[in-house]
DNA sequence: ACATTAATTGTGT
DNA sequence: ACACAATTAATGT
Protein backbone atom coordinates (compact mmCIF):
# COMPACT_ATOMS: atom_id res chain seq x y z
CA UNK A 1 0.00 0.00 0.00
CA UNK A 2 1.57 3.41 -1.00
CA UNK A 3 1.05 6.52 0.89
CA UNK A 4 -1.33 8.92 0.16
CA UNK A 5 -0.27 12.28 0.81
CA UNK A 6 -4.11 13.69 1.63
CA UNK A 7 -3.76 11.11 3.96
CA UNK A 8 -0.78 12.19 5.53
CA UNK A 9 -2.24 15.51 5.64
CA UNK A 10 -5.05 14.30 8.16
CA UNK A 11 -2.42 12.78 9.94
CA UNK A 12 -0.07 15.44 10.24
CA UNK A 13 -0.74 18.42 9.07
CA UNK A 14 -0.59 20.22 12.03
CA UNK A 15 2.93 18.58 12.99
CA UNK A 16 4.62 18.86 9.85
CA UNK A 17 5.53 21.26 6.90
CA UNK A 18 4.36 20.54 3.27
CA UNK A 19 7.43 19.76 1.91
CA UNK A 20 8.68 16.99 4.67
CA UNK A 21 5.05 15.48 4.00
CA UNK A 22 5.95 15.33 0.47
CA UNK A 23 8.96 13.15 1.05
CA UNK A 24 6.78 10.89 4.04
CA UNK A 25 4.66 9.93 0.98
CA UNK A 26 7.72 8.99 -0.50
CA UNK A 27 10.16 7.22 1.05
CA UNK A 28 7.81 6.24 4.45
CA UNK A 29 6.54 2.55 3.89
CA UNK A 30 3.01 2.00 5.71
CA UNK A 31 2.64 -1.07 7.25
CA UNK A 32 -0.37 -2.79 9.28
CA UNK A 33 1.01 -5.60 12.04
CA UNK A 34 -1.21 -7.95 14.13
CA UNK A 35 -1.19 -8.33 17.87
CA UNK A 36 1.97 -9.77 18.70
CA UNK A 37 3.91 -9.30 15.79
CA UNK A 38 7.61 -8.30 17.24
CA UNK A 39 8.62 -5.54 15.72
CA UNK A 40 12.08 -5.58 16.87
CA UNK A 41 14.24 -8.11 19.48
CA UNK A 42 17.48 -7.43 21.43
CA UNK A 43 20.58 -7.53 18.70
CA UNK A 44 18.51 -6.99 15.67
CA UNK A 45 19.94 -4.22 13.78
CA UNK A 46 17.29 -0.98 13.15
CA UNK A 47 16.46 -0.29 9.35
CA UNK A 48 13.79 2.13 9.57
CA UNK A 49 12.54 4.43 12.51
CA UNK A 50 8.46 3.93 12.84
CA UNK A 51 5.67 6.63 13.66
CA UNK A 52 2.83 4.95 14.74
CA UNK A 53 -0.64 5.70 13.07
CA UNK A 54 -3.19 3.96 15.25
CA UNK A 55 -2.78 0.86 17.92
CA UNK A 56 -0.06 0.90 20.30
CA UNK A 57 3.47 -1.26 20.73
CA UNK A 58 4.92 -2.67 24.31
CA UNK A 59 9.02 -1.69 24.68
CA UNK A 60 10.30 -4.11 26.93
CA UNK A 61 13.83 -4.92 27.97
CA UNK A 62 15.26 -8.23 29.37
CA UNK A 63 16.40 -7.29 32.97
CA UNK A 64 19.00 -9.44 34.78
CA UNK A 65 16.78 -12.77 35.77
CA UNK A 66 16.10 -12.95 32.03
CA UNK A 67 12.79 -11.86 32.59
CA UNK A 68 11.24 -8.70 30.13
CA UNK A 69 10.66 -5.88 31.94
CA UNK A 70 8.12 -3.03 30.33
CA UNK A 71 9.64 0.31 29.80
CA UNK A 72 6.68 1.91 28.07
CA UNK A 73 4.08 2.05 25.83
CA UNK A 74 4.00 3.70 22.08
CA UNK A 75 0.70 4.80 20.92
CA UNK A 76 -1.12 7.84 19.22
CA UNK A 77 1.84 9.52 16.92
CA UNK A 78 4.42 8.85 18.89
CA UNK A 79 7.64 7.52 17.96
CA UNK A 80 10.71 5.35 19.10
CA UNK A 81 13.31 7.10 21.25
CA UNK A 82 15.54 3.94 21.33
CA UNK A 83 15.28 3.38 17.20
CA UNK A 84 16.22 7.49 16.84
CA UNK A 85 19.31 6.74 18.93
CA UNK A 86 20.70 3.20 17.85
CA UNK A 87 20.12 4.29 14.12
CA UNK A 88 22.41 7.61 14.27
CA UNK A 89 25.24 5.06 15.35
CA UNK A 90 24.15 2.19 14.07
CA UNK A 91 24.22 0.26 17.21
CA UNK A 92 21.93 -2.96 18.01
CA UNK A 93 18.66 -2.89 19.55
CA UNK A 94 18.60 -3.36 23.37
CA UNK A 95 15.12 -3.45 23.31
CA UNK A 96 11.83 -5.84 21.87
CA UNK A 97 9.15 -4.33 20.48
CA UNK A 98 5.63 -5.81 20.12
CA UNK A 99 2.80 -4.63 18.92
CA UNK A 100 0.11 -4.71 21.81
CA UNK A 101 -2.73 -4.68 19.35
CA UNK A 102 -3.25 -4.50 15.60
CA UNK A 103 -1.02 -1.52 14.95
CA UNK A 104 -0.87 0.73 11.43
CA UNK A 105 2.60 2.47 11.12
CA UNK A 106 4.58 4.32 8.83
CA UNK A 107 8.34 2.96 8.62
CA UNK A 108 11.19 5.52 7.35
CA UNK A 109 14.81 4.74 6.55
CA UNK A 110 17.60 5.45 8.84
CA UNK A 111 19.46 8.10 6.16
CA UNK A 112 16.19 9.98 6.17
CA UNK A 113 15.55 10.47 9.68
CA UNK A 114 19.15 11.87 9.83
CA UNK A 115 18.89 14.41 6.99
CA UNK A 116 15.01 15.83 8.34
CA UNK A 117 16.77 16.53 11.44
CA UNK A 118 18.40 19.42 9.67
CA UNK A 119 16.43 20.19 6.73
CA UNK A 120 13.19 20.62 9.00
CA UNK A 121 12.73 22.41 11.95
CA UNK A 122 8.94 20.39 12.52
CA UNK A 123 10.62 17.12 12.31
CA UNK A 124 13.49 18.05 14.53
CA UNK A 125 11.21 19.36 16.85
CA UNK A 126 9.10 16.26 16.65
CA UNK A 127 12.16 13.83 17.36
CA UNK A 128 13.05 16.28 20.36
CA UNK A 129 9.37 15.77 21.63
CA UNK A 130 9.61 11.58 21.70
CA UNK A 131 12.63 11.64 23.59
CA UNK A 132 10.93 14.02 25.88
CA UNK A 133 7.87 11.63 26.15
CA UNK A 134 10.14 8.38 26.53
CA UNK A 135 12.24 10.07 29.02
CA UNK A 136 9.22 10.79 31.31
CA UNK A 137 8.42 6.94 30.82
CA UNK A 138 11.69 5.86 31.62
CA UNK A 139 11.27 7.78 34.94
CA UNK A 140 8.09 5.85 35.57
CA UNK A 141 10.14 2.38 35.24
CA UNK A 142 13.08 3.37 37.12
CA UNK A 143 10.23 3.53 39.99
CA UNK A 144 9.21 0.12 39.24
CA UNK A 145 12.77 -1.36 38.60
CA UNK A 146 13.60 -0.16 42.27
CA UNK A 147 10.96 -1.73 43.69
CA UNK A 148 13.08 -4.83 42.99
CA UNK A 149 14.14 -5.17 46.98
CA UNK A 150 10.27 -4.79 48.34
CA UNK A 151 9.52 -8.20 47.73
CA UNK A 152 12.27 -9.35 50.01
CA UNK A 153 10.69 -6.43 52.47
CA UNK A 154 7.77 -8.21 52.55
CA UNK A 155 9.18 -11.38 53.26
CA UNK A 156 10.84 -10.12 55.91
CA UNK A 157 7.66 -8.46 57.44
CA UNK A 158 5.62 -11.80 57.08
CA UNK A 159 8.74 -13.79 59.18
CA UNK A 160 8.29 -11.33 61.28
CA UNK A 161 4.40 -11.51 62.16
CA UNK A 162 4.99 -15.09 62.23
CA UNK A 163 7.60 -15.27 65.31
CA UNK A 164 5.06 -12.68 67.16
CA UNK A 165 2.31 -14.58 67.12
CA UNK A 166 3.90 -18.04 66.78
CA UNK A 167 1.74 -19.23 63.79
CA UNK A 168 2.43 -19.01 60.28
CA UNK A 169 -0.96 -17.88 58.73
CA UNK A 170 -2.49 -14.55 59.26
CA UNK A 171 -5.49 -12.72 59.44
CA UNK A 172 -4.81 -9.67 57.10
CA UNK A 173 -5.78 -7.43 53.68
CA UNK A 174 -3.58 -6.74 51.23
CA UNK A 175 -4.37 -3.08 52.44
CA UNK A 176 -2.95 -3.38 55.77
CA UNK A 177 -0.43 -4.75 54.69
CA UNK A 178 0.73 -2.30 51.60
CA UNK A 179 0.17 0.48 54.04
CA UNK A 180 2.59 -1.26 56.37
CA UNK A 181 5.21 -1.46 53.53
CA UNK A 182 4.23 2.13 52.90
CA UNK A 183 3.08 0.99 49.05
CA UNK A 184 0.01 0.97 47.40
CA UNK A 185 -2.29 -2.38 47.57
CA UNK A 186 -1.97 -3.41 44.02
CA UNK A 187 1.63 -3.40 44.73
CA UNK A 188 1.32 -5.34 47.66
CA UNK A 189 -0.77 -7.92 45.54
CA UNK A 190 1.40 -8.28 43.01
CA UNK A 191 3.86 -9.07 45.19
CA UNK A 192 2.22 -11.42 46.67
CA UNK A 193 1.03 -12.93 43.57
CA UNK A 194 4.37 -13.51 42.88
CA UNK A 195 5.21 -14.89 46.07
CA UNK A 196 2.50 -17.66 45.83
CA UNK A 197 3.63 -18.63 42.16
CA UNK A 198 7.16 -19.18 43.99
CA UNK A 199 4.96 -21.49 46.41
CA UNK A 200 6.80 -19.38 49.65
CA UNK A 201 2.77 -18.68 50.59
CA UNK A 202 -0.31 -19.55 50.22
CA UNK A 203 -3.49 -16.84 49.70
CA UNK A 204 -6.62 -16.84 50.41
CA UNK A 205 -9.35 -13.76 50.89
CA UNK A 206 -8.09 -12.11 54.41
CA UNK A 207 -5.32 -14.38 54.86
CA UNK A 208 -1.99 -14.75 53.98
CA UNK A 209 -0.44 -18.51 55.17
CA UNK A 210 3.68 -18.41 55.16
CA UNK A 211 4.80 -21.89 53.63
CA UNK A 212 7.71 -23.23 54.96
CA UNK A 213 10.38 -22.72 52.10
CA UNK A 214 9.79 -18.88 52.77
CA UNK A 215 10.58 -19.29 56.36
CA UNK A 216 14.24 -17.80 57.25
C1' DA B 1 -31.63 -21.77 48.81
C1' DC B 2 -31.28 -17.62 46.42
C1' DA B 3 -30.53 -12.78 45.43
C1' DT B 4 -28.21 -8.66 46.76
C1' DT B 5 -24.36 -5.98 48.61
C1' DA B 6 -20.07 -5.05 50.25
C1' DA B 7 -15.20 -5.97 50.63
C1' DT B 8 -11.16 -7.93 48.85
C1' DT B 9 -8.25 -9.20 45.23
C1' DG B 10 -6.67 -9.34 40.26
C1' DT B 11 -5.28 -7.07 35.96
C1' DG B 12 -4.20 -3.73 32.23
C1' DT B 13 -2.39 0.69 31.11
C1' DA C 1 -2.04 5.71 40.58
C1' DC C 2 -6.20 4.73 38.68
C1' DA C 3 -10.05 2.30 36.72
C1' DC C 4 -12.34 -1.64 36.17
C1' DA C 5 -13.25 -6.83 36.35
C1' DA C 6 -13.58 -10.79 38.98
C1' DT C 7 -13.99 -13.26 43.06
C1' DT C 8 -15.41 -14.19 47.67
C1' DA C 9 -17.66 -13.35 52.13
C1' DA C 10 -21.74 -11.57 54.53
C1' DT C 11 -26.44 -10.53 54.91
C1' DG C 12 -31.31 -10.35 54.11
C1' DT C 13 -35.46 -12.60 52.20
Redesign the pocket.
Known amino acids: MKLDITFLHQQFGKLFEGHLLEELAQVGNYMEVEEGFVLMRPGGYIRSVPILLSG?VKIMRADADGREA?LY?L?GLDSCAMSLTCCIDRKQSEITAIA??KTRLIAIPVEKVEEWVCKYPSWKHFVFMTYQKRFEDLLGAIDQIAFHKLDERLLGLLNRKMKQCGCTTFT????ELGQELA?????T??L??QL?RLGKVK??????ELLATAIS
Open positions: SLYGDEITHETSREVSRLKELSRNKI
